[in-house]
């Protein structure tokens, strides 16, 4: 099992940048897939970004590519994501996802509110 801890949101006005971290308890954060989903009031929970274990991969929605870049230290057991040219409609809870086999461990989320 891994705990992931959110960090790095905040309000921030459009065309800005922020980046939020996800720190992994654990010995084995290497071995998970990891991720990043937003949540939107009223909306349902959706896919933002993913990294596989080394690095050496990643995928993105098609809302945030060219501005967005998830990142991770496996020696510091952190995966990162940088938001760049941030939008209004980005405004939503972020969640930090950890992924192996059929198992998908969340964080508790961090707010980012981005103002027109």
């Known amino acids: 099992q891994v705990r992931l801890v959110e960090s790095g949101g905040g309000l921030v006005q459009a065309g800005g940048s922020l980046r939020l971290s996800c720190a992994a308890s654990?010995?084995?954060?290497?071995?998970?897939?990891m991720g990043w989903f937003r949540q939107a009031p009223g909306k349902e929970r959706e896919f933002v970004a993913t990294?596989?274990?080394?690095?050496?991969?990643?995928d993105y929605a098609n809302s945030v590519k060219g501005r967005f870049t998830i990142s991770r230290d496996n020696a510091k057991n952190t995966v990162y994501l940088q938001m760049n040219s941030l939008k209004p409609e980005d405004t939503a809870v972020y969640y930090c996802?950890?992924?192996?086999?059929?198992?998908?461990?969340w964080g508790q989320g961090t707010q980012v509110t981005v103002s027109s």
């Open positions: 996802n950890a992924h192996i086999f059929t198992n998908d461990y």
């Open positions: 654990g010995r084995t954060f290497s071995a998970y897939a």
């Open positions: 990294i596989s274990t080394s690095g050496g991969s990643s």
